[in-house]
């Protein structure tokens, strides 16, 4: 899965059109293969786009769970534990290549 498509489900306040649209962006250009498609394939893309954010959001409305709601604060502060875990602090990671330049 793409890992810039999130879960949108079960949260306090639901997820946003901008959200739902933001992951359908990112799904159809996973599937597609292009970040940016030609004029030829614009308008297929575009609609593909849009076809994918209505589906996503028929399918976020008509679920239903007894869990309580999550909250993207908490959810944001573990992402950033699990990150300063995994690569360290900042200042004590390697320079990039592009950090050189």
């Known amino acids: 899965m793409c890992r810039n498509i999130k879960v949108l489900y079960n949260f306090d306040p639901p997820a946003t059109g901008e959200e739902i649209r933001g992951a359908s962006l990112q799904f159809v250009r996973k599937i597609s293969g292009f970040h940016k498609p030609s004029k ?5 893309f575009d609609r593909a786009v849009e076809q994918v954010a209505a589906a996503a959001q028929s399918l976020l409305d008509s679920l239903v769970t007894s869990a ?3 909250d ?6 573990r992402a950033r534990a699990r990150a300063a875990e995994r690569f360290g602090s900042v200042g004590s990671r390697p320079i990039g290549l592009r950090e050189r330049i």
């Open 40 to 44: 030829a394939n614009e308008e297929a």
């Open 72 to 77: 993207r604060e908490v959810l944001a502060e």
């Open 68 to 70: 309580e709601p999550r």
